[in-house]
């Protein structure tokens, strides 16, 4: 398995709350509506029978949203990715990745083949960059984070849509993780733009945590600054200053170094932050 998805799977494995009984779809991505010999349905079929599962209020979301989720199946809507068999085999794809079941070789050379799709797809139904509510039910919290994290994603597709959600959002340990494990470059100025107009210590010691491992020069001299700062609580002093050593060392800086102050008593300081849920950090 790719470090990366293991990094993200495991991470945000704990948030995970979607139901396990996925369809094992396969099948052409542009061709005819087919059932294999095999009995299995192809990837068309599949859809058309969740589709057929819908309420009319799940229509009437399907419709608006272009996307509705349903237990074990995110439900595309045709306007949204015309081709019937791409459809369900996207909407098998969306699903295992938030379910972390398996990591499928099939899933990472569809991903590949399909980035472009996909990250436009996302960048439809993202809840802050639009109107849709598809990613907003219970246990998406930070579970939806994990659809940007797929390293088979062409970052000229993906790195567009991270920086637009950072902008949208700001950044958590949420976003944060799946950044700082997928360091993109294209990211950096959007992270650099937060920066200069952030007044959060705590979340500022996370982008130049980010940023520094992306081998921006002024991180670790910033980190170093915030260490010495007397009007930083001690908790982000002490974040500030221990993150700052190990870069200066030359040691590996993991994302726990930094992911736990955001819930630490922080004082004042902290009180602008998001606060979100967190599975503990892999061994």
Not at 83 to 102: A, I, P, T
Not at 171 to 180: Q, V, W
Not at 250 to 277: N, Q
């Amino acid at each position: 398995m790719n470090t990366m998805t293991k990094s993200a799977a495991a991470l945000l494995s704990g948030a995970l709350t979607l139901a396990a009984s996925l369809h094992t779809l396969h099948g052409g991505y542009g061709g005819a509506t087919h059932v294999p010999q095999n009995g299995t349905p192809s990837a068309c079929e599949a859809w058309k029978e969740e589709l057929a599962k819908l309420t009319p209020s799940q229509k009437g979301a399907l419709r608006k949203d272009g996307a509705v989720m349903r237990p074990g199946y995110l439900l595309l809507g045709e306007d949204l990715v015309p081709d019937c068999e791409l459809r369900g085999r996207m909407s098998s794809y969306f699903n295992e990745v938030l379910s972390v079941l398996k990591d499928r070789d099939d899933n990472r050379k569809f991903a590949a083949a399909h980035s472009k799709e996909i990250v436009a797809v996302l960048r439809r139904i993202w809840p802050t960059l639009g109107d849709s509510e598809v990613l907003t039910g219970d246990g998406l919290g930070e579970t939806k984070y994990v659809l940007l994290a797929d390293p088979a994603l062409a970052e000229s597709d993906i790195a567009p849509l991270v920086s637009d959600i950072l902008d949208a959002e700001t950044i958590d340990n949420g976003l944060g993780r799946i950044i700082f494990h997928r360091p993109l470059p294209g990211v950096k100025p959007a992270l650099l733009r937060i920066m200069n107009d952030l007044d959060d210590p705590a979340t500022s010691i996370m982008i130049l945590t980010i940023l520094n491992k992306m081998g921006e020069p002024s991180a670790l001299p910033e980190l170093k600054r915030l260490a010495r700062d007397p009007s930083l609580s001690a908790v982000e002093r002490r974040y500030a200053a221990a993150i700052a050593a190990k870069a200066a060392r030359g040691e590996e800086i993991k994302f726990s170094d930094v992911e736990r102050l955001e819930y630490e008593d922080a004082g004042p300081a902290a009180g602008s932050m998001k606060v979100t849920v967190t599975p503990p950090a892999p061994k």
